[in-house]
Every structure is written in C-alpha cells, then in structure tokens.
T-cell receptor, first 113, second 112 residues
Framework: ETAVFQTPNYHVTQVGNEVSFNCKQTLGHDTMYWYKQDSKKLLKIMFSYNNKQLIVNETVPRRFSPQSSDKAHLNLRIKSVEPEDSAVYLC????????????FGPGTRLTVL | GDSVTQTEGLVTLTKGLPVMLNCTYQTTYSPFLFWYVQHLNEAPKLLLKSSTDNKRTEHQGFYATLHKSSSSFHLQKSSVQLSDSALYFCALSHNYAQGLTFGLGTRVSVFP
C-alpha cells in the first residue's frame, strides 16, 4: 500500500531546462527526504526537511532546491538540469527517531538529453 | 563521517541454497542498522533493523545480528527463493534528521 506518492513517474527534458518533482506522504511523519539513485543504483541523501529545518548534503549542487508547503509535502526543483542529473529521485518520509522505518515513494526517473 | 561497506556487488546462486550478504559500517555514534530490499522498478522497502548488540533479528526468513565489536550487520537466509532476486542495501542511521547512509548495494540473482 503506497503512502508516499511521487509525480511524475518519468520526465524527459533538455539540458538547461527547469524541472520540478512532487512528493506527498500520508503517514503523518515529521521528516521527509530526497535521495538520488544513479545508474549504478547508488543511493545518496540530498536533503532532509523536518519542522521547517532543512539539512542539505554539502555535495548537492546549488541548482537543486527543496520546497515544502507543509510537513506532508516536499517537492524538488532543479533550476537548470545537466546530463549528470539523469537518475531516479526517491522521496522518503520517517517519523522522529533514529530507529524509525523510512518509507520510500516509487521514484521519479529523470532523463536529461 | 558515517560509511557503510558492502563487499559483494553481485551474488548469484541456485534456489534453495543459503546466502550471506556482508555489511560493515563506520560511525562514531551509537549505530542503528537497517537492511532494505529493492525489487526491479520498485521502491526500497525495509527488511530488517537493529540497534541491539548481539541480538538476532528476523523477518520473512532473513536474519541478521548486529555485532558492535566488529561493526558488522550481515544479512543471511538459509534457503533462497526465486522471489529473493533483488537489490539489497545495508544502511546506517545515527541522526534521523540526516537520513540514512547506504552501502553500494548487493544484487542477488537466484536461478532455478
């Protein structure tokens, strides 16, 4: 049963365009995340957002920015996409606590031509 | 910073055989370890988790024991099934606000 929803499923765009991906969770969790899964399936944290506190992985390029309207939504905007941004972007949510399970959305596959 | 090492990139085996996937970690904090499984074109899902030293945890036939002395959390199953073919990630958390640190993943392919 899906409780973390992402749109779109796929997106194809040209270098330099702006894209935005949506994520919504219905679990009532306090913390949401964006992960990038590259072509080798490596999973890396990009952002986490909790109670209006944003934590950014320092390796994430500045063209990426998260946007949140409330604790159930965390969108991802890429200002000017580059070829290396082609990947699957996974949204996740988690309740407070180091031991809490993290629930992932189905992902948005981005292809940059 | 935190790190997780999974030494096998690909494990291929025949249905019914046992499997062990290695996971070691480094952190200066008290560790919380997780195994996630990702089937083809699906989201990762939690398989197991542990924060208790030397206590075996089990789920869906898989089991693992956190050993803080060796910083390990190996995943095992005594008899794999075709449906176990998937990508398995070991992950570490010490601060929920910073998300999980994942290993590179181990792909398991089970043949009839």
């Amino acid at each position: 049963e899906t409780a973390v929803f992402q749109t779109p499923n796929y997106h194809v765009t040209q270098v330099g365009n702006e894209v935005s991906f949506n994520c919504k969770q219905t679990l009532g969790h306090d913390t949401m995340y964006w992960y990038k899964q590259d072509s080798k399936k490596l999973l890396k944290i990009m952002f986490s957002y909790n109670n209006k506190q944003l934590i950014v992985n320092e390796t994430v390029p500045r063209r990426f920015s998260p946007q949140s309207s409330d604790k159930a939504h965390l969108n991802l905007r890429i200002k000017s996409v580059e070829p290396e941004d082609s990947a699957v972007y996974l949204c996740a949510s988690r309740q407070v606590g180091q031991y809490a399970e993290q629930f992932f959305g189905p992902g948005t596959r981005l292809t940059v031509l | 910073g935190d790190s997780v090492t999974q030494t096998e990139g690909l494990v291929t085996l025949t249905k019914g055989l046992p499997v062990m996937l290695n996971c070691t970690y480094q952190t200066t904090y008290s560790p919380f370890l997780f195994w996630y499984v990702q089937h083809l074109n699906e989201a990762p899902k939690l398989l197991l988790k542990s924060s208790t030293d030397n206590k075996r945890t089990e789920h869906q036939g898989f089991y693992a024991t956190l050993h803080k002395s060796s910083s390990s959390f190996h995943l095992q199953k005594s008899s794999v099934q075709l449906s176990d073919s998937a990508l398995y990630f070991c992950a570490l958390s010490h601060n929920y606000a910073q998300g999980l640190t994942f290993g590179l993943g181990t792909r398991v392919s089970v043949f009839p």
